[in-house]
C-alpha cells in the first residue's frame, strides 16, 4: 500500500499601517510550493472589529493560492495529454465583469 502524501499549510499576516498582508504558502512532500499573497485595509468600521482585515487577507490569500494551484494542475494536464486540461478558458475563482 502506497504512503499517504501529506501536505503543509502555512499562514503568516503581517500588519503595516493599516494594511494586513496574509501569505499562504501550501507545501507537498515533493519539495514543490504554491504561495498566495492577500491584502486588506484596515477601514474606520473594520476598527471595532479588529480580527476582520486578517480574516479578509487571509481570504483572499487562499484565493490566489487556488488560482496559482489550478493553473499549476492545468499545466501539469495538458503535459500529460498534449491538449487543453479545460477546454479553453481555463477555470477561475476570479469573477468576470458583464
Same mark, same amino acid.
Given at each position: ?45 473594520? @476598527? ?5 482585515? +486578517?480574516?479578509? /487577507? ?6 490566489? !493560492? =487556488? ?7 492545468? @499545466? ?5 495529454? +498534449?491538449?487543453? /486540461? ?6 477561475? !475563482? =476570479?469573477?468576470?465583469?458583464?
Amino acid at each position: 500500500m502506497a504512503r499517504p502524501a501529506q501536505w503543509t499549510m502555512s499562514v503568516v499576516l503581517e500588519e503595516n499601517n493599516g494594511t494586513t498582508r496574509a501569505r499562504v504558502r501550501l507545501g507537498d512532500d515533493r519539495g514543490n510550493h504554491f504561495d498566495g499573497i492577500g491584502l486588506a485595509h484596515r477601514g474606520v468600521d473594520v @476598527a471595532r472589529v479588529p480580527q476582520v482585515a +486578517g480574516e479578509l /487577507a487571509v481570504a483572499r490569500a487562499l484565493t490566489d !493560492l =487556488t488560482e496559482e494551484l489550478l493553473t499549476a494542475v492545468a @499545466a501539469d494536464i495538458e503535459s500529460a495529454i +498534449g491538449g487543453p /486540461a479545460f477546454g479553453s478558458p481555463a477555470p477561475s !475563482l =476570479t469573477p468576470t465583469p458583464k
